[in-house]
């Protein structure tokens, strides 16, 4: 039996129903959590909003998304999953990064420059 796993569990195919195939339920490129001149909307505000956009997509008789937010723009398993048992709507949570020229590049290329066996928590702690 083929299963698709949403964030909150396993599910079957035919269990989706009428599903949308590219859906966002937040983006933030990279740096967007540090602009203190323009700061988005807060996480509560985001979760608000979301639950109200799926409500209106249900009332359409839309039962599933996929959202296909890489890693790198800010993708949030555990929000998608909040949103997901808010709602009791199905979601599809994409993996992977986003394309070089527009993702977390940057952060990649300065780990480089020194070594794989720096990690993240060693570079940003004091001496």
């Not at 949308?20 to 985001?46: A, F, K």
């Not at 020229?101 to 066996?117: A, K, L």
């Amino acid at each position: 039996m083929t299963e698709i796993q949403t964030v909150t569990g396993a599910t079957r195919p035919e269990k989706l129903g009428r599903t949308l195939m590219h859906e966002h339920l937040v983006i933030g490129y990279p740096g967007w959590g540090s602009d203190s001149v323009r700061p988005g909307p807060t996480r509560d505000e985001m979760f608000a909003r979301c639950v109200d956009r799926i409500e209106e997509m249900k009332d359409l008789g839309i039962t599933a998304m996929l959202d296909p937010c890489p890693n790198d723009l800010g993708r949030d398993v555990e929000f998608m999953a909040e949103v997901a048992q808010r709602t009791r709507f199905q979601i599809v949570c994409a993996t992977g990064l986003y394309k070089e020229e527009s993702g977390g590049v940057p952060y990649w290329r300065f780990r480089s420059n020194f070594g794989s066996q720096v990690s993240n928590r060693l570079m940003c702690s004091p001496p």
